[in-house]
């Protein structure tokens, strides 16, 4: 695959990957530690609203981050695959986080098919996929008005990937209320692990 990315400057490893990653990393972290240490606020009220709009910054951190990573290292020179690469270590993060969380309770099997398989996680990297490619579709007309893009800014590849996973999101939580993939799930699960 030909690079048509020809004319913008490539930085060096440590700017181009390695701040991007490292800053979305960081960022997550230090929501996800703010959210587990809010137990200082006394008033019941205050509490909740800080747990819910803590949560509601987290959540939606993990759902974009990739949209916003992939974009700040195209922007720096990445390659396709640094670009990906980059844009799924955050919310990788996050699943071997909740892998090692739930092996508290499960064996090791049972918590990664926990994790990799449930849909709240399952959608976090289905929904990148959707985001990634928009991202690159805006990537794409930023540079082609700059005349840094040799190439068509729209195509089918982006367009196909997130027409996919916004099908694929809406049936893993919108239709029937995400029943028919739980009810796939727990069926799998009990195959699985008799």
């Known amino acids: 695959m030909e690079n048509k990315y020809g004319r913008i400057e490539k930085a060096a490893f440590l700017k181009r990957f390695m701040i991007p990653v ?6 997550w972290l230090v929501l996800h530690l703010v959210s587990e240490h809010l137990g200082w606020i006394e ?3 205050m509490y909740k609203f800080a747990m819910n709009v803590v949560h509601v910054v987290l959540c939606s951190y993990l759902a974009f981050n990739g949209f916003f990573v ?12 640094e670009r990906i690469a980059g ?7 996050y699943a071997i986080k909740e892998i090692i969380r739930v092996s508290e309770f499960f064996t090791v099997g049972e918590s990664f098919y926990y994790c990799l398989c449930a849909y709240p996680v399952l959608g976090m990297f289905v929904g990148q996929a959707g985001l990634l490619a928009l991202s690159e579709i805006l990537c794409r007309v930023y540079y082609k008005k700059r005349n840094l893009y040799n190439g ?4 089918v590849l982006p367009v196909a990937v997130f ?3 916004m099908t694929a999101l809406y049936f893993l939580f919108f239709y029937d209320a995400g029943a ?11 195959l699985i692990f008799k």
């Open 22 to 27: 490292t800053t979305a990393l960081l960022g």
């Open 163 to 165: 027409i996919a996973s």
């Open 70 to 81: 992939y974009r700040a290292m195209c922007m720096r020179g990445a390659g396709l695959a």
């Open 180 to 190: 028919m993939v739980f009810f796939a799930y727990s069926e799998l699960y009990k």
């Open 43 to 45: 008033s019941r009220v």
């Open 152 to 155: 068509n800014a729209v195509t």
């Open 87 to 93: 844009s799924y270590i955050t919310p990788m993060a």
